[in-house]
């Protein structure tokens, strides 16, 4: 796009050359291709984010108090859990498969981690790692029978939701819930842990400026290579907005309490998955297995591998999540990742954007999709309407974000965008 | 047809099958096929629709495990249990689909399955590969970054064409690599096919024009039926000769149309 700036004698790089090629500069071209995009059906995360300010106007109309800080710390606090497991739906939902058994699998991780813990008297670190490696043999499991045996997913995990469930029960024993001490490292990270007001700063004011040297670099990369790239006041703009943003909104939440350590893990874990699918060949892998398997093999992908990675990545963080629920209770009963865990995971993915059908969809769908639930539930909570209005209105969210799924892909088909 | 002399390619094999079989349930797709490619060779495969060219493409590219026969590569016996193993010997295909992901994008598509740098992508020193490659295809493509999906019928064929050329492969299998392709891009290709017969690598070009048999291809093998129907070095043998062995006659529907076409006064069967 810098070509542009030369008007009398453009000098095109190589990726410009074509010329059918719209070539706009600055702001204006960014809107351009940001409208070409949503108009041939890429909606991208535009849905989910006009869905979440809807939903927050309409409850902070219903209840002042929903904006609060306080609440919003809460919000935040609550989305952790749910959100990893969340983020290992996407996992398999990107290869177009689907694991029914997070529920279970985080429910039996958390009754693992309380007996070795709270009962053996295992210290914390073994009784975590060993919860964790259940979850890695589960998920390998689950990609060996897929693999050796051609048993569709569903089925599969159907059984593991049966399966795991009981084996959570048998583990509890007949009392069936232990609680954790309130003085142990897992609540105090659960409950009490929260960034320093001068930290949380801090960690913003870092993570813009990576934002802005990894934007450098590339667009360094790129024109020495000959290609065009991000100009200068663009990528200040990105650097500013997420420095504003970001800023603001942990400023809000220092208002109350702050941030708590258990969402920045949370958050960690999307920027690392998003790391992992964009930017590695891994990643690559899963969005080609996703989009057409036959393909991926040809190309001497291990498509087996992608598969069996998938469902231990997505049993894993089930099994994290468990933890971090359990902890955030300061206990593990008969009911823990039962209820709607399972659903609200599974509908916190596609919320945020990730396509049924495989091969679309990103980190960010899980943040985005477990923030507009835990939205709903919170504000339904506040106005005291009891779980009935919170799984219809989830429901229908659901439902909303499935059909705008379908319409859009017909949409991009229909746009040679797949 | 007469002539089932198989002709010894002039240097040794690079690739060689020996009666090769393949069924798919009840239909046999490939009965006891031999085929042979040397280094700076190129061997065209013909046949009808239904001869078994894409079946013995699979086969070689480790898509479909044969049944009987066996496969010797560089002198050595192989076999080739995935497509895997297939490019890891320097044999890459260009199928008769495409086998190419919808969702992805061109550079992507054409690294797929050998990223540049395996934990830190390398997407700049891809894009400006993949730039190179398609100049090279003089390849009419606007933008790297569209999904393949938004692409032309003849565009995805070069971007499958660029990708066979990526990994430095010995062998270069075409499963009809002209069938969507313009006339600028079809020149290119066959251009492509002689400067690659130059570089010294084996090349196996499924075709059903015989203009670009005629023009580029050293050999020409033909199936029929799953069978080995003749094969022919290109230089020694007619257009006509060819379409007989394909379609197992000499009194074919071909050259009754191109009979009928002359201004000499229609045969028999013509008219009727
Ligand atoms: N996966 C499969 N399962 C069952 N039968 C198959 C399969 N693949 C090919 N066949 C059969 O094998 C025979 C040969 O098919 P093949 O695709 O090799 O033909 P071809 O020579 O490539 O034809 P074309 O010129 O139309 O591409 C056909 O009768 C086809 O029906
Ligand atoms: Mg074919």
Request: charge should be positive; aromatic fraction near 6%; proline fraction near 4%.
């Amino acid at each position: 796009m810098k070509t542009t700036q030369a008007p009398s004698a453009p000098v095109l790089t190589i990726d410009r050359q074509d010329e059918r090629l719209r070539t706009s500069s600055g702001i204006r071209g960014a809107v351009d291709s940001f409208l070409d995009r949503v108009r041939s059906g890429d909606l991208g995360v535009l849905p989910v984010i006009a869905g979440l300010a809807i939903i927050w106007t309409v409850l902070q109309i219903l209840n002042p108090k929903f904006l609060s800080s306080s609440n919003l710390v809460n919000l935040a606090m609550e989305c952790a859990a749910v959100g990893v497991i969340a983020l290992g739906i996407v996992c398999v939902l990107l290869l177009g498969q689907i694991d029914l058994s997070v529920g279970s699998v985080s429910g039996l991780s958390a009754a693992v981690v309380t007996v070795t813990f709270v009962n053996q008297g295992w210290p914390v670190w073994l009784a975590v790692g060993g919860a964790v490696l259940m979850g890695v043999v589960i998920g390998w499991f689950y990609g060996q029978v897929f693999n050796r045996f051609g048993v569709p997913a569903f089925v599969i995990t159907l059984a593991g939701l049966l399966g795991f469930l009981g084996l959570q029960l048998y583990v509890l024993g007949p009392i069936g819930s232990i609680n954790i001490p309130f003085d142990s490292p897992l609540v105090y990270f659960a409950q009490l842990a929260f960034v320093p007001a001068w930290l949380s700063y801090i960690l913003v004011v870092l993570a813009a400026a990576a934002l802005f040297l990894t934007d450098l670099r590339h667009a360094r990369a790129r024109r020495t290579a000959g290609l065009s790239s991000r100009p200068l006041p663009s990528m200040a703009l990105r650097t500013a907005g997420l420095l504003l943003a970001a800023g603001a909104i942990v400023w809000y939440l220092n208002q109350a309490r702050g941030v708590g350590w258990m969402f920045v893990f949370f958050l960690a874990l999307v920027l690392a998955l998003n790391y992992a699918l964009t930017r590695t060949k891994w990643g690559r892998s899963m969005f080609a297995v996703g989009g057409n398997a036959e393909a991926a093999r040809r190309a001497g992908i291990n498509v087996r591998a992608v598969y069996t990675s998938a469902f231990v990545a997505c049993t894993t963080l089930a099994a994290v999540g468990g933890i971090l629920a359990a902890s955030r209770l300061a206990a593990a009963n008969q009911g823990s990742g039962g209820g709607d865990v399972n659903l609200n995971a599974i509908a916190a993915a596609v919320i945020g954007g990730t396509s049924l059908f495989g091969g679309r969809g990103s980190a960010f769908a899980a943040l985005l999709g477990i923030i507009v639930i835990q939205s709903i539930s919170s504000g339904l909570t506040l106005l005291s309407l009891d779980s009935s209005f919170r799984f219809m209105v989830t429901g229908a969210v659901l439902l909303l974000a499935v059909t705008l799924d379908s319409v859009s892909r017909r949409s991009r088909s229909s746009h040679g965008r797949a | 047809m007469s002539s089932h002399t198989t002709m010894a390619p002039t240097k040794e094999a690079i690739l060689s099958l020996t009666g090769i079989s393949k069924s798919f349930g009840a239909v046999a797709a490939l009965k006891d096929i031999d085929l042979e490619v040397a280094p700076g060779e190129v061997v065209a495969v013909v046949g009808d629709n239904g001869a078994g060219k894409s079946t013995l493409v699979k086969v070689l590219s480790g898509v479909h495990s044969p049944d009987a026969g066996s496969i010797t590569f560089e002198s050595r016996p192989e076999t080739i249990p995935t497509p895997m193993a297939a490019l890891n010997l320097g044999i890459a295909t260009v199928f008769q689909d495409l086998a190419l992901c919808d969702n992805l994008n061109v550079i992507n598509n054409l690294f797929l399955g050998r990223e540049l740098s395996r934990y830190r992508l390398n997407e700049v020193e891809m894009e400006t590969r993949s730039w190179e490659l398609l100049k090279q295809l003089s390849a009419k493509i606007p933008s790297l970054h569209t999904p393949i999906a938004s692409l032309s019928g003849g565009q995805r064929q070069t971007v499958a064409i660029a990708r066979s050329l990526l990994g430095n492969p010995k062998v270069i299998i075409l499963d009809e690599p002209t069938a969507a392709l313009g006339v600028a891009q079809t020149a290119e290709v066959l251009n492509l096919v002689e400067r690659l017969r130059e570089r010294g690598l084996g090349v196996i070009m499924i075709s059903h024009n015989m203009a670009d048999v005629q023009a580029v291809a050293d050999r020409v093998a033909v199936l029929r039926l799953g069978k080995n129907n003749g094969t022919f070095r290109v230089a020694d043998v007619t257009t006509e000769e060819v379409i007989a062995a394909i379609t197992g006659a000499s009194d074919n529907v071909v050259s009754r149309r191109s009979a009928s076409r002359l201004p000499a006064p229609p045969t028999q069967e013509s008219a009727s």
